[in-house]
């Protein structure tokens, strides 16, 4: 069975502070990875995309990377912002239909 | 450009009548999805439409829920007999098909069954 499981569930840490988030997913055979950022209220936003023969992709203060053979990417934050705030979720997409097996999310909050 | 769209944002309705979602793709994508996000709990799919193919089905949860895809573009997600465990958020979202596989979202419709 394709599941995503994202550790952990929540996290709080001052501004400025560099972080990880990680995202596991249990059949290696993706297609590609997908971190997203979801805001109370509203819909999701795609920050990176990392296709199955790519190592990691890099968006401004964001890097994501993909280790398929241990079934693990993680997202990097550097100088958290209170702006950063957000649940933040992963997903993969696989050949089967590209529908995306999702994540349950981290929690993020950046205090001032 | 503009992004998928759906409406309506929010939609309160009683139990045992029947609801009509509706999701707006970016112009020109062929692939479209249906997603419910339930409170406290993560995505799940529910439908995929790709061009003329016939729909992958295999994630709505009843024979209450229906979806179709009219010339291509516009999809509607209909809930029949609507329950209280229907309450959630409902995701659309617009692939370009061919070699790209990134996902673009709505922002979703707010489903309260009282």
């Known amino acids: 069975k394709q599941e995503v499981t994202q550790i952990p569930a929540a996290l709080s840490v001052p501004e400025g502070e560099n972080l990880v988030l990680n995202c596991s997913f249990t059949?290696?055979?993706?297609?590609?990875l997908q971190w997203f950022r979801q805001d109370p209220g509203k819909g999701l936003t795609s920050l990176l995309l990392?296709?199955?023969s790519q190592r990691e992709q890099t968006s401004g203060r964001l890097n994501a990377s993909l280790d398929k053979s241990s079934g693990r990417s993680t997202l990097y934050i550097a100088a958290s912002q209170p702006g950063d705030s957000a649940t933040y979720l992963c997903?993969?997409?696989?050949?089967?239909?590209?529908?995306?097996?999702w994540g349950a999310g981290t929690k993020l909050i950046i205090k001032p | 450009g503009a992004g998928v769209s759906q409406s309506p944002s929010n939609k309160v309705t009683e139990k045992g009548k029947d609801v009509e979602l509706r999701c707006d793709p970016i112009?020109?994508?062929?692939?479209l999805y249906w997603y419910r996000q339930s409170l406290g709990q993560g995505l799940e799919f529910l439908i995929y439409f790709q061009g003329n193919s016939a729909p992958d089905k295999s994630g709505l949860p009843s024979d209450r829920f229906s979806a179709e895809r009219t010339g291509g573009s516009v999809s509607t997600l209909t809930i029949q007999r609507t329950q209280q465990e229907d309450s959630a958020v409902y995701l659309c979202?617009?692939?370009?098909?061919?070699?790209?596989?990134?996902?673009?979202f709505g922002p979703g419709t707010r489903l309260t069954v009282t």
């Open positions: 059949d290696s055979a993706i297609y590609n």
């Open positions: 997903a993969c997409t696989y050949y089967s239909n590209y529908q995306l097996i």
């Open positions: 112009s020109g994508h062929t692939a």
């Open positions: 979202a617009s692939r370009a098909g061919g070699g790209s596989h990134e996902q673009y």
């Open positions: 990392i296709q199955s």
